[in-house]
Each structure stands twice: as C-alpha cells, then as structure tokens.
C-alpha cells in the first residue's frame, strides 16, 4: 500500500487509514469485502470537517468491531480526482462502503448520536 499511511487516532483505540488516489481501491474497496469501511473526505481548511471529526471518532471507537475509518484528505496530492469520481459536492462527506459498493453517505457535520444511528441504519444485519 505505498502512499497510504496507517496511523492511530490520538485518544481514541483505532487505527486510521490514510489512503490515496492510488491505493484507494486497495484500501476502501478490497477491504469493504470482508468489513464494512466508513470513508470520511474532509479538508483541512474545512470548519465543518474539523468539527464533525472527534463525533465520527467516537463512534468509530465504539463500532471498531463492526467497520473500519478511513479519512482521505482531498487536498492532498491527487485525491481530488476521488472526490469528484464519488461527485462530491461539499465536504465533509461521509461515505459507507459494503461488499465493495458505496451504500449511504451524507455531507455535513452530525453530532455522535446521529451518525451512530446511520450507522445502525446501514450496516448489514
């Protein structure tokens, strides 16, 4: 997975993937297969990003059993192109990936509760 870093959220037990352009499919799609994969396309110079951040972290610690993170920054070398391959129109945007297939998203800040309950929603039984 060149490119892609691995990194453990701070204050949160979970590890984070990072991927690009290039290992995105690797990453998100692959891995989808066996469990499900939250993908969150987010900016650094988003408010909104920065503030949904620590809720989506937070249940991604309490679900970690039952899907994956993944963050992909959209400034970051070429990883436009997958915000505009998914037709992203703001950011942050959420992405639920199963079995290889987007299956929900939603764009825009949540609170904890909110994205705990989309989750349940969307995760295979």
């Keep these: 997975m060149a490119g892609s870093?691995?990194?453990i959220a701070p204050f949160w037990n979970i590890i984070t993937w990072?991927?690009?352009l290039h290992d995105f499919q690797?990453?998100?799609?692959?891995?989808?297969r066996t469990k499900p994969v939250v993908?969150?396309?987010?900016?650094d110079w988003c408010s909104p990003c920065h503030a949904i951040a620590p809720h989506l972290q937070r249940v991604m610690e309490e679900m970690s059993d039952q899907?994956?993170?993944?963050?992909?920054e959209v400034d970051e070398g070429e990883n436009m192109k997958?915000?505009?391959k998914y037709k992203l129109r703001g950011f942050p945007t959420i992405m639920?990936?199963?079995?290889?297939?987007?299956?929900?998203?939603?764009a825009g800040n949540r609170a904890s509760h909110w994205?705990?309950?989309?989750?349940?929603?969307?995760l295979p039984a």
């Design 5 to 7: 870093e691995q990194r």
């Design 18 to 20: 990072y991927p690009t």
């Design 26 to 32: 690797e990453i998100v799609i692959g891995a989808s």
């Design 39 to 43: 993908v969150d396309f987010w900016a």
């Design 67 to 72: 899907v994956d993170l993944v963050k992909v």
């Design 82 to 84: 997958l915000a505009g």
């Design 96 to 106: 639920l990936f199963v079995a290889g297939e987007e299956i929900a998203r939603f």
């Design 115 to 122: 994205i705990r309950d989309w989750l349940e929603q969307h």
